[in-house]
């Protein structure tokens, strides 16, 4: 099992910034690729970055250049760095964990967190 604790979110003005970070226990972390996914009301769950056990990152178009995902395996933790953020970023943000290598799809993640609120104001 892996538990995972997502904070940070947070009412911030367009072109603001925020960091979101998942703290992540039990079994080890360096073991688990690790994705950030974000849900909007009414809509999907939706890939947003992803980052390997080696460092190697991946990110959704929608986001890429503005967001940056980062690992710390030595403090279980990874982060999301948001920059520039817009309206359409406003979603609950959830951290998940897998197995193997990154994966865009939420299926394929088995350990999720419970979500932290980011709304990005006009």
């Known amino acids: 099992q892996v538990q995972l604790v997502e904070s940070g979110g947070a009412l911030v003005q367009a072109g603001g910034s925020l960091r979101l970070s998942c703290a992540a226990s039990g079994r080890t972390f360096n073991n688990y690729s690790m994705g950030w996914f974000r849900q909007a009301p009414g809509k999907e769950r939706d890939f947003v970055a992803a980052a390997n056990w080696i460092g190697g990152t991946y990110y959704a178009d929608s986001v890429k250049g503005r967001f940056t995902i980062s690992r710390d395996n030595a403090k279980n933790t990874v982060y999301l760095q948001m920059n520039s953020l817009k309206p359409e970023d406003t979603a609950v943000y959830y951290c998940?964990?897998?197995?193997?290598?990154?994966?865009?799809?939420?299926?394929?993640?088995?350990?999720w967190g419970q979500g932290t609120q980011v709304t990005v104001s006009s």
């Open positions: 998940a964990a897998r197995g193997g290598s990154w994966r865009v799809g939420p299926g394929a993640y088995d350990y």
